[in-house]
T-cell receptor, first 116, second 111 residues
């Protein structure tokens, strides 16, 4: 069974440029998460989707970040415009959540973003 | 607000040694606790998940314990090997379903 797929794996952009990350969760997983991991830190949640609905986006900087999961499967996270402080690893995770019982989260390999 | 602390931040041991990594959390109202491994430049690999009703979980040379009332978990690695070198992250999951992570312990096992 394929794991969580993310692309690209690495991205280098100049500040003020836009960038987008893509994630395809494990088949059948209805919950999708985007995390950001700064150097030397643990990941922090940006947004959580239940199917196509964003149910927790309280940590998403909405002035420059946006995300979508139109068909409840794959998802795109966008930054526009990027700032130097956005340099980090962006991790996607998925889980199978039934009712309100949280299940184990499976992570993709991440996208390492460098903003110059 | 849930906070997770991992001690030590870094650990270097000779091959074959048994070791313990520590994790503490401030809010005991959790659904589960997960231990992850992260290799440089890679994503997170789940090692063990302990439900809030459980006290420990074992997988091969790894054993994780959970004391929810005191807000503590330990990851025990037996007979360490150079291939165990990585950063180990502890994370707790509460009602919001998001994982709250510690900063990790960087483990180096020397041949």
């Amino acid at each position: 069974e394929a794991g969580v797929v993310q692309s690209p794996r690495y991205k280098i952009i100049e500040k003020k440029q836009p960038v987008a990350f893509w994630c395809n969760p494990i088949s059948g997983h209805n919950t999708l998460y985007w995390y950001r991991q700064n150097l030397g830190q643990g990941p922090e949640l940006l947004i959580r989707y239940e199917n196509e609905e964003a149910v927790d986006d309280s940590q998403l900087p909405k002035d420059r970040f946006s995300a979508e999961r139109l068909k409840g499967v794959d998802s795109t996270l966008k930054i526009q415009p990027a700032e130097l402080g956005d340099s980090a690893v962006y991790l996607c995770a998925s889980s199978l959540s039934l009712f309100s019982t949280p299940y184990e989260q499976y992570f993709g390999p991440g996208t390492r973003l460098t903003v110059t | 607000k849930q906070e997770v602390t991992q001690i030590p931040a870094a650990l270097s041991v000779p091959e074959g040694e048994n070791l313990v990594l520590n994790c503490s959390f401030t809010d005991s109202a959790i659904y589960n606790l997960q231990w992850f491994r992260q290799d440089p430049g890679k994503g997170l690999t789940s090692l063990l998940l302990i439900q809030s009703s459980q006290r420990e979980q074992t997988s091969g040379r790894l054993n994780a314990s959970l004391d929810k009332s005191s807000g503590r978990s330990t990851l025990y690695i037996a007979a360490s090997q150079p291939g165990d070198s990585a950063t180990y992250l502890c994370a707790v999951q509460g009602g919001s379903e998001k994982l709250v992570f510690g900063k990790g312990t960087k483990l180096t096992v020397n041949p």
